[in-house]
C-alpha cells in the first residue's frame, strides 16, 4: 500500500488544522466558572486524552471525574471510541465542548491543553510523549512506557529538558505488593539478597491475515511508526490478552507479557527492594532442564530472577536474623491514587510515584530480559552508555527504526 | 530443519505458519560468535532477499539482517531505501547495523528520495547519530518541505555536538520547523554538556533564554544554564 503521498498530505493538513486552531480564540464557557463544589477554570488543569479504548477509557474515567480537571478533548483513531468519549465527556459537564481528534498533533498543538493521558498500544508511547514535552504538556502515561530500551533516555530527557512532569502507569506498583513493601522497606527481612517475578509470555511477530476492515479505524495512524501490515482485528485488539488476541502479544507494538505485566510485576519487586532508580548491569541466561529463566544483577548485589524455577512471584530471599532500620515507604501525593498523584504533582512540580525515569528503570528490566531471550544467552548492561558493552549483536536491539514519517 | 526453513520462506505471508520459518530464528542466535556459520546465514538470507517473497517474507529477512547483516548485505538493502513500499524495513536492518557501509548507504540515499522516505532516512541518519552527514543534513533546514525540514531538525539534535548546533544556529527556520531547531539545538547544548563542554553548551542555552522565545523555551535555556554553572562551579 502506497503511504508516501497519503502521509504527506495528512501532514500538511494538519499544519494547516493546527495554525487555526491555534488562531481560534478561546471562549470561555459557563463550565469555567467555579462554585462551592468546584474550583474555577483557572485554577483546573485542562487535560485531552489520547488513545481512549479500554485501559484510555479507565483512565478517561479517573481524569474526568475530578472536581480539579477540565477535560477537553478526546484522541482516538477509531471514529466510535473516540465519539464515545467525547459522549461520555459531554455528558458529565452537560454540555457539547468536548473535541474529538484523530490526530494526536492537533491535542498537542491545542494551547489551552495542560496535560495529556496516553494509553496508545505501546509503539506510539515514546513519539507521542516526547512530542507532548516539546508543546509543554505534562504526561500521563500508561504502562510499558516504552518499547525499545532507547526510547527511555529520549522520554526522561525530553521531560526534563522542558520541565514536565511525566508519569508512568501502573497503579498496581504501589497498590498491589504492600505486603512484600511493607516488611522489606521496614527492615524485618534484613538485606535483600534476591526476588523473583514470574510474567509470561515473550512477545512474538504477528503474521495474522488480511482481513476486511470491520471498523471505522485510521489503519495508517494505528500502524504509525510500526512496520506495515494489513489490517487484523486481532492485530489491533485493544483488549487485555497477551496470548495471541491483542497487540499486547505482538513484538511490533508491545513487549508481550513480559513488558505488559512485567511493568506491574518488575515494577512491584523493584519496588519492594528499593532499586527503582537503578538498572542491572547484567542478565544471566540460565537453563533449567531446557526452560530457560533469568538472574538480573544489580550493582547493589541484588538479583532479580524472572521465572526462577519452582518459585513463588515476589518471592523474596532475605538475610534470616538481620534487622535493618526502617525506612518510610514513599507514597502517592495528593488524593486518588496515582491519578491524583500525577495531578497532584503537575500543580506542585514535583516528581510523581511513577516518574518517568523510575518507570523507564522498570521497562529497562523487561526489555534486556526480552534481549536475553531473543539471543538466548547471558549480556552486560550499561546504564550510564545505555549499551551492551561490547556486544555489537545485542546493541542493534536496543533500538528500532521507526516508519516514516515518524521519529522521536 | 534450515533448508525447510528457507523453503517454507518461498511461501512465507501473512496468515501462513510462523513456525515454518522459526528455524531461521533459532539460527541467528546459534550461531553467535560462529563467523563462518553466521556468513553463511547472511548469504542465505541476501540472496532470499533478491528471489520472488512476499512482501511479509521480505520483512521477515530484513528483522533476521537487522541482527546479522553486515556490510556483505548492505548492497541488496541499500537499494530497497528508495522503494515505498520496502524503505523503512531496509532501514530497520540499516539503522542498528555497526557496518560503516551502513551509514554510507543512508548517506547515499538522502539526495535520492524524497517525502516521507526522505524523512525516514533522516530519522535513521539521527539514530546512527552520524556525524559525517551533518553537512548533508544542515541543507535540508531550509527544505520548502516543513515536513523535511522540521525532520532535518531532530536529525541533527539526535546527532548533537558543536558542528550540528552551529548548523543549527545558523538555520533559517520557516516558521513551523523553528520549534524543530529549537529543541534540537536544546539537544546539541545537552550532548556538549554530556561532554563536559560546558562553555559551547552555556552559549546554546543563552542564545535561547532571550524574551524573544517563548516561556517552554526560555524555562528550557534557564534550566541548562543552571546546570552548565553547577558543572563549572
Known amino acids: 500500500m502506497p503511504m508516501s503521498s497519503k502521509q504527506s498530505s495528512t501532514r500538511r493538513d494538519f499544519l494547516k488544522t493546527t495554525g487555526a486552531a491555534v488562531a481560534a480564540p478561546y471562549v470561555i464557557t459557563s463550565t469555567a466558572l467555579g462554585n462551592s463544589q468546584r474550583p474555577p477554570a483557572s485554577d483546573r488543569i485542562v487535560m485531552g486524552g489520547i488513545g481512549i479504548g479500554n485501559m484510555g477509557r479507565g483512565d478517561q474515567g479517573a481524569f474526568l471525574n475530578r472536581k480539579d480537571v477540565q477535560y477537553v478533548a478526546v484522541c482516538d483513531v477509531r471514529k466510535e471510541v473516540r465519539e464515545k468519549a467525547k459522549a461520555t465527556v459531554d455528558d458529565r459537564y452537560h454540555n457539547k465542548d468536548c473535541q474529538a481528534h484523530n490526530d494526536f498533533r492537533e491535542v498537542l498543538g491545542r494551547a489551552d491543553i495542560d496535560a495529556v493521558h496516553i494509553a496508545t498500544p505501546d509503539h506510539w508511547h515514546a513519539i507521542i510523549t516526547v512530542e507532548a514535552c516539546r508543546n509543554g504538556k505534562d504526561v500521563y502515561c500508561q504502562k510499558p512506557e516504552t518499547l525499545t530500551l532507547r526510547e527511555g533516555p529520549l522520554m526522561v530527557g525530553a521531560a526534563r529538558r522542558y520541565g514536565r512532569v511525566v508519569s508512568g502507569g501502573s497503579q498496581r506498583v504501589l497498590g498491589d505488593y504492600r505486603k512484600y513493601v511493607d516488611p522489606v522497606w521496614a527492615g524485618e527481612l534484613g538485606t535483600i539478597k534476591s526476588i523473583n517475578v514470574n510474567v509470561n509470555p515473550l512477545p512474538k511477530l504477528c503474521n495474522l491475515p488480511p482481513e476486511p476492515m470491520a471498523e471505522t479505524i485510521d489503519w495508517e495512524m494505528w500502524l504509525g511508526p510500526a512496520p506495515w501490515a494489513p489490517y487484523n482485528s486481532k492485530r489491533c485488539s485493544g483488549s487485555f490478552s497477551i496470548n495471541g488476541s491483542s497487540w499486547r502479544s505482538f513484538s511490533d507494538y508491545s513487549g508481550g507479557g513480559m513488558t505488559d505485566w512485567g511493568a506491574h510485576h518488575f ?30 544483577h544489580y550493582p547493589n548485589g541484588l538479583i532479580v530472577y524472572h521465572n526462577k524455577p519452582k518459585t513463588e512471584n515476589l518471592a523474596i530471599e532475605g538475610t534470616p536474623g538481620e534487622k535493618l532500620t526502617p525506612k518510610p515507604v514513599p507514597m502517592y501525593k495528593g488524593e486518588g491514587g496515582i491519578y491524583g498523584d500525577f495531578i497532584q504533582c503537575v500543580k506542585t512540580r514535583e516528581r510523581p510515584f511513577r516518574d518517568i525515569e523510575l518507570a523507564v528503570n522498570t521497562a529497562v528490566v523487561s526489555h534486556l530480559g526480552n534481549i536475553a531471550y531473543q539471543l538466548k544467552r547471558s549480556l552486560k548492561w550499561d546504564a550510564a552508555k545505555q549499551e551492551f558493552p561490547g556486544d555489537a549483536e545485542a546493541n542493534r536491539l536496543v533500538d528500532r527504526a521507526r516508519r516514516e514519517p515518524w521519529q522521536i | 530443519m534450515l533448508d525447510e526453513a528457507f523453503e517454507a520462506l518461498k511461501k512465507f505471508d501473512w496468515g501462513t505458519d510462523v513456525a515454518a520459518v522459526a528455524p531461521i530464528d533459532d539460527a541467528v542466535a546459534a550461531t553467535h560468535g560462529q563467523a563462518d556459520a553466521r556468513r553463511d546465514l547472511e548469504q542465505r538470507l541476501v540472496a532470499a532477499l533478491g528471489g520472488k517473497l512476499s512482501r511479509d517474507a521480505q520483512d521477515y529477512v530484513c528483522r533476521k539482517l537487522a541482527i546479522i547483516g553486515t556490510a556483505a548485505a548492505v548492497p541488496a538493502l541499500a537499494s530497497r531505501l528508495g522503494a515505498p513500499h520496502h524503505s523503512h524495513m531496509a532501514r530497520f536492518a540499516l539503522e542498528r547495523m555497526p557496518a560503516p557501509e551502513a551509514a554510507q548507504a543512508l548517506r547515499d540515499a538522502l539526495p535520492k528520495v524524497t517525502g516521507d522516505l526522505k524523512i525516514g532516512v533522516l530519522s535513521s541518519i539521527g539514530a546512527r547519530r552520524d556525524k559525517a552527514a551533518i553537512a548533508a543534513v544542515s541543507g535540508l533546514l531550509s527544505d520548502n518541505d516543513p515536513s523535511i525540514a522540521t525532520a532535518a531538525a531532530h536529525a541533527l539534535g539526535a546527532i548533537g555536538g558543536a558542528k550540528s548546533a552551529q548548523a543549527l544556529a545558523a538555520a533559517r527556520p520557516s516558521k513551523s520547523s523553528k520549534p524543530a531547531v529549537i529543541d534540537a539545538q536544546l539537544a546539541c547544548a545537552e550532548s556538549l554538556l554530556a561532554e563536559k563542554n560546558e562553555a559551547e553548551a552555556m552559549k546554546i542555552y543563552q542564545s535561547l533564554a532571550g524574551d524573544h522565545q517563548g516561556r517552554l523555551v526560555r524555562l528550557a535555556a534557564t534550566r541548562g544554564m543552571l546546570a552548565c554553572a553547577s558543572k563549572q562551579g
Do not use: I, K
Not at chain 1, 538498572?279 to 541466561?285: H, L, S, Y
Open chain 1, 267 to 296: 515494577g512491584g519487586a523493584l519496588f519492594t527492594c528499593d532499586v527503582r532508580d537503578l538498572q542491572p548491569e547484567a542478565v544471566t541466561f540460565h537453563e533449567n532442564n531446557g526452560t530457560p529463566y533469568l538472574s538480573y
